[in-house]
């Protein structure tokens, strides 16, 4: 069975930090990208970020260059999600997901997907 659970997220203030653990299991995880989502109240879901543990590929979306940072245990089969300078903007349910080899921030080509966890940014 296949499973993704986040971890880590929770209240901060604006120019603060988080950071967001995805621990997978039940498929090959060098076959398999992980990316980080996050879906806003109102708002479709976006791509945050990617990694792929077979050559350690990352993507970032525009809006989070340069404040979030993308890592991995590959021992653990866990995915990081460094968020620094974080802004009211960022306040959303944050999701990670996985998707065979392909690297990419499109949500609709992820197969599976974890429960999610809240990050809420202060001002």
């Known amino acids: 069975e296949v499973q993704l659970v986040e971890s880590g997220g929770g209240l901060v203030q604006a120019g603060g930090s988080l950071r967001l653990s995805c621990a997978a299991s039940?498929?090959?995880?060098?076959?398999?990208?992980i990316g980080w989502f996050r879906q806003a109240p109102g708002k479709e879901r976006e791509g945050v970020s990617c990694?792929?543990?077979?050559?350690?590929?990352?993507l970032y979306a525009d809006s989070v260059k340069g404040r979030f940072t993308i890592s991995s245990d590959n021992a653990k089969n866990t995915v990081y999600l460094q968020m620094n300078s974080l802004k009211d903007e960022d306040t959303a349910v944050y999701y990670c997901a996985a998707v065979a080899a392909t690297m990419t921030l499109a949500p609709y080509e992820y197969d599976y997907w974890g429960q999610g966890t809240q990050v809420t940014v202060s001002s």
């Open positions: 039940g498929f090959t995880w060098d076959d398999h990208a």
């Open positions: 990694f792929r543990s077979s050559d350690g590929s990352t």
